[in-house]
């Protein structure tokens, strides 16, 4: 049978493990949100750069175009 101060000494040790895995569980949260920032500030400062060049190109004028185009050619 258990003294007193083994099932106490028990419960301390539950309710450390219980607090631990809800500690863990926030942080893997927080890191995982953290994450998540970062990824979609990369890909809205991707879309912001792909639009301005988008509307760069679009206001090219035809010769503008060619100017550009006879300049990939090799020499």
């Keep these: 049978m258990f003294t007193w101060p083994e099932i106490i000494l028990l419960v301390l040790k539950l309710v450390n493990n219980l607090m631990s895995e809800a500690h863990d569980a926030k942080s893997f949260q927080a890191g995982t949100d953290a994450e998540i920032a970062k990824v979609s500030a990369s890909i809205l400062t991707k879309t912001a750069?792909?639009?301005t060049l988008k509307d760069q190109?679009?206001?090219?004028?035809?010769?503008?175009?060619?100017?550009?185009?006879?300049?990939?050619e090799p020499k």
């Design 49 to 51: 750069a792909m639009k």
């Design 57 to 72: 190109i679009n206001a090219l004028t035809s010769d503008a175009v060619d100017a550009q185009l006879a300049g990939l």
